[in-house]
């Protein structure tokens, strides 16, 4: 499982804040933090670099809004630093399991949505705007402290839901991305 934090939606505008990537069956955490790895925050050729190199190393990931979000915002990054894409592999993208045409019709695919559909004791949690701008902005170390935070609790949810949609046969095919 991954997931990523930016300080914006658009990668052209956007950063990488922080990046984790979760292995459910070693119940190992990877992260990746912008304010590790560069200088400056505005710099995130470095974060970009070090997580398409270790997504790379997986036979398969997972994510949640990846394939809408997730790629291509990384993509994006890497390409305006001069670096080549994540290399295409297997990639399952639990969120168009939970939309009606491919599966459930919950009022929404959101993960905090489906964490609360499969009555999850693990929830998203909600971060604060100033929080973000602190990460962002101001190189506040607490600030990414709770992003990472949050990043880790995106990967585990994504887990335990993807868990459930597996269980209940929801899940029929795992594609290719990007």
Partial sequence: MWD???SD??????????????????????????????????????IAVALRDELETYHMTMGWFSKGFDVSF???????????VIRSGLHLDGIWFMK????LNT???K??????FFNLKNRKPSVDVDVWISAAFGGD?????????????DCKITHE???????????????SYP
């Fill in 74 to 84: 990384v993509n994006t990054r890497l390409v305006k630093a001069g670096q080549k």
């Fill in 141 to 153: 170390k607490e600030a990414m402290d709770i992003l990472v935070d949050r990043c880790k609790a």
């Fill in 161 to 175: 839901v993807t868990d459930k949609l597996f269980d209940a046969g929801v899940i029929r095919n795992i594609q």
């Fill in 111 to 116: 993960l905090a949505v489906a964490a609360e």
């Fill in 9 to 46: 939606l658009k990668g052209d505008i956007g950063r990488i804040l922080c990046a984790v990537i979760y292995e459910p069956f070693r119940k190992k955490y990877t992260i990746f933090r912008n304010d590790e790895l560069s200088d400056c925050m505005a710099d995130d050729a470095a």
């Fill in 100 to 103: 009606g045409w491919r599966g």
């Fill in 107 to 109: 009022r929404s695919s």
């Fill in 4 to 6: 990523i934090e930016t």
